[in-house]
């Protein structure tokens, strides 16, 4: 299907991205030094996380509700969505004075269900996945006249989110790729297009959790198909299947599209914290977890836009995550040796922790299963070092001071 028979235009894009213009954050999309070096590639990451309410979705949000007409807005508006699209058709739909109605899987992050609340949004919660709030927001559409505006599949929502695309061209010369989460589609499709628009040569590529990679089985079947979802870190990604329109646009614009792991989600999260100082969720750091995975190694050497399309993570989920990078790194290590029940046991073992280099994180001791002797009682340590073969030194040292230890 040639590009200029697609049920959007560039010219759609370059409309949305005048309408736009003063109401959404034109995002950073920086150069990466430590993630160029770290990945052997001149990496560059377009922040969508700052836009204010954390995602690339005001985009879309905001050009579909400035396209309403008098009566749709008086009416007001309902979507269905995992969290970032609610949020910003929240917030853009209160900055322009329309009533807004979300309706969100029951499994939707507590963050973004407080978040949209304090938004002044009529928040439901119905289902298990997006599909099944879907189903609450259509009928609220035919109980109440309002406007329905699809998270992902919207003519001007995907017109919105290509302007990301268009940026991305005037931040950065001649990229070789440029790299975009996926869920339903939508973000992939308005920068495939405007990307393909603009430069042809450049590379649009997907990239999807495994648990929900709905892209991926519309290639294979050519035509978008439902599939079942698991819950993944990537929870904004976690649509069971592709909108037509965003597909008929990805099905062209859409030169290659990859699946990652959880484990390869979480280490994205961490080094994006540790080297970025970025607070980024899951679904938005897809694009690092594909670079690291070397599912992308034939990039390597080239000139690679990320973008970061989402900040909204869960704290306590961030939290879990920090800890899995530095088990991962080995920077934080567990083991289990026997000292005496006696005074001046534990200062011995902790003294000799401190002499090879490491902190320790947490102690606990263990009487109950600890064996016979009652004179001996089992500890489990937690101690942070500087990495792996620091672990293996400290382990070794302490073996030399008599300690039985073992890495748990």
Known sequence: MPIHSLPLSFADIHAAQTRIATGVIRTPCGESAALSELNGSAIWTKLEYLQRTGSFKERGARNALMLLDEDQRRRGVVAASAGNHALALTFHARALGIPATVVMPVTAPLIKQSRCRSLGARLLLHGENIAEAKGLADQLVGKEGLTYVHGFDGLAVIAGQGTIGVEIM????????????????????????????????????????????????????????????????????????????????????????????????????????????????????????????????????????????????????????????????????????????????????????????????????????????????????????????????????????GFDVVRA
């Open 170 to 401: 005037q931040q950065v010369d001649a990229p070789d790729a440029i790299v975009v989460p996926v869920g339903g589609a939508g973000l992939i499709a308005g920068i495939g297009l405007a990307v393909k628009h603009l430069r042809p040569q450049t590379l649009v590529i997907g990239v999807e959790p495994e648990r929900a990679a709905s892209l991926s089985a519309a290639f294979v079947a050519n035509r978008p198909v439902r599939i079942e979802v698991q819950p993944t870190l990537g929870d904004g990604l976690a649509v069971p299947e592709v909108g037509p329109n965003a597909w008929a646009i990805a099905r062209e614009t859409v030169d290659r599209v990859v699946t990652v792991s959880e484990d390869d989600l979480a280490m994205a999260i961490f080094r994006l914290a540790e080297f970025e100082k970025g607070v980024v969720e899951g679904g938005g750091a897809a694009p690092l977890a594909a670079l690291q995975s070397g599912k992308l190694d034939f990039l390597r050497g080239k000139r690679i836009v990320l973008v970061l399309a989402g900040g909204n993570i869960d704290p306590a989920i961030l939290a879990r995550v920090m800890d899995f990078g530095l088990v991962q790194d080995g920077r934080l290590m567990q083991f289990v040796s026997h000292i005496r029940d006696r005074p001046g046991g534990l200062a011995r073992l902790t003294a000799t922790i401190a002499r090879g280099g490491a902190s320790v994180r947490q102690i606990s001791h263990d009487r109950t299963f600890g064996g016979a002797d009652v004179a001996m009682v089992r500890v489990h340590c937690t101690v942070e070092t500087r990495d792996r073969e620091h672990g293996s030194e400290l382990l070794a040292l302490l073996q030399s001071e």
